[in-house]
């Protein structure tokens, strides 16, 4: 029941946010936060439980089947193993952080966008626990329709395009993957699976006509490359986090560009393997591009977070090119670049809705010498620009080497080439720290440096980027099972 409460707790709290806000307007960000604290205990009590699991039963420590729509085939069924538990764990501390950056931004309407935030996030712990397809489909939409009013209603001066497109892109997307889990429900239906149409360790065993497993692997792979983003895919992302508020940037850049990463591991290649493996070559050409392109990209801007947009599309494009290297090396180093990326953008993303509150601007080249009136945000700034580029001993450095590592014993071409962005990263991240923090100043600002609680938020940042980078052996621990797992019977069900 634990898998339960998880939700339940979220989207309660989401209604309780905004039910109290007409009585006390900072009641929201306190309900907020204890709606928050309560996941982080029910986390905590399912990794004690997953400790506690023998190895051998340990893909799956828990489990909650309850009927929903017998008729159709459809059950509430949540699952968790460790790969799901990871992103619950980085969905519960994201959602601290995204708390932490609307504390005073956000004065318009706190209760509605509480609810939003919340809900938002009940949607995205739904879509990493969910094993019945529409559930998961459902939480999938769940997540979506609160992120567009955040970017709607808070965000900044060009809003409602963004959000539109936002909209547009993703619903596109969504439309396809509906269509997909509907024709596969219905050809296991005819196989006599009609009782766990939609149950996805049913469609595990389901045997498909090569071409129509390849149409339909497409349903899948494009929303969920629309959702990542990948190249060509890619052009609401910088959009979406340039007029998004603070904490909606931090749970799309660091949760919501997951639950595609996470839809890859867990679906495409799982359901999907002989078209998986037509298709990996030009996959992992496609990662390959979107790292080179987005680090290009971000050397180009000189909006702050346009600028740490298209750092998200190039990470995601590592992650792209480990999924589909499919190797025990590429996928570990595919999960720990999207725990690693998700603490790195959602601080860059703190810091730049930081200044943009003080110095109500996010152009760099109004920015400069901001080092000497703004120490310690600039430290900060510094640490975390080292973070995104793959600095050794932090997290982004793990995940980045050991996709390569992967991926090399697969396509050294195609390898070489994404390697470039070893080159590319630094020139951004230094660009980023010198025009903002270093050089002359270009006009005098009257601020104050990081407050007590950026300083707690920004520091716990820091230390699980250290953690990933020092101690990410157990992230790997927790994942290898289930990944070992899911390779082994992918190859299983690719000889048949």
């Known amino acids: 029941m634990i898998l339960l409460a998880l939700l339940a707790v979220m989207l309660i709290g989401a209604v309780a946010a905004w039910f109290f806000a007409p009585w006390n307007p900072i009641a929201p960000r306190w309900i907020a936060v204890l709606t928050l604290s309560l996941e982080s205990l029910l986390t905590w009590l399912l990794w004690l439980q997953a400790k506690a699991t023998p190895d051998l039963a340990a893909a799956w420590f828990a489990d909650l089947y309850l009927p929903w729509i017998p008729r159709f085939g459809i059950a509430f069924h949540l699952a968790m193993d460790g790969l799901s538990l990871l992103l619950v764990a980085m969905t519960v501390l994201l959602g601290f952080m995204a708390i932490s950056a609307s504390w005073t931004e956000i004065k318009h309407k706190p209760g509605c966008y509480y609810f939003n935030l919340l809900l938002c996030l009940a949607g995205t712990l739904g879509v990493f626990l969910a094993a019945d397809l529409i559930l998961f489909f459902f939480c999938w939409e769940l997540m979506i329709i609160p992120m567009y009013f955040l970017i709607s209603i808070w965000g900044h001066e060009n809003r409602g395009y963004a959000a539109l497109k936002f909209v547009i892109f993703t619903q596109a997307g969504s439309l396809l993957l ?44 494009i929303p969920f490359c629309v959702k990542l983003p990948v190249m060509p895919f890619h052009t609401w992302l910088a959009d979406a986090h340039t007029q998004a508020p603070t904490g909606a940037s931090i749970i799309l850049a660091g949760v919501m560009l997951k639950t595609g990463a996470y839809g890859l591991l867990r679906f495409v290649i799982p359901l999907f393997p002989q078209a998986a493996g037509e298709v990996a070559p030009l996959a992992m050409l496609l990662g390959a591009c979107s790292v080179i392109y987005g680090a290009t990209l971000a050397i180009a801007q000189t909006d702050l977070k346009r600028l740490i947009a298209y750092t998200s599309i190039s990470h995601m494009g590592f992650i792209l090119l480990g999924v589909f290297a499919w190797n025990l090396y590429a996928l570990q180093g595919a999960v720990v670049t999207m725990l690693a990326h998700g603490v790195s953008a959602a601080a860059l993303f703190m810091l730049a809705g930081a200044l943009q509150q003080r110095l109500h601007t996010r152009e760099l080249t109004e920015m400069g010498g901001l080092w000497t009136p703004l120490p310690k945000l600039a430290a900060f700034s510094l640490f975390f620009a080292l973070a995104a580029l793959g600095l050794p001993g932090l997290g982004n450095f793990i995940g980045e080497f050991l996709v390569l590592l992967g991926a090399f014993n697969v396509n050294r071409q195609v390898t070489a080439v994404t390697a470039l962005a070893l080159i590319l990263a630094p020139v951004y991240a230094f660009n980023m720290i010198q025009k903002a923090f270093h050089g002359p100043q270009t006009q005098q600002f009257a601020c104050a440096d990081c407050s007590p609680r950026e300083w707690l938020a920004l520091g716990i940042l820091a230390l699980a980027a250290v953690w990933l980078g020092l101690g990410s052996q157990a992230i790997l621990d927790l994942a290898d099972f289930p990944l070992r797992l899911e390779m082994q019977y992918t190859f299983e069900l690719a000889q048949r």
């Open 178 to 221: 509906l269509l997909a889990i509907v024709v596969f429900a219905l050809l296991l239906h005819d196989q006599g699976g009609g009782a766990h149409a939609f149950d996805y360790f049913a469609w595990l065993d389901a045997e498909l006509e090569p071409e129509l497993e390849f149409w339909l692997m497409l349903g899948f792979l």
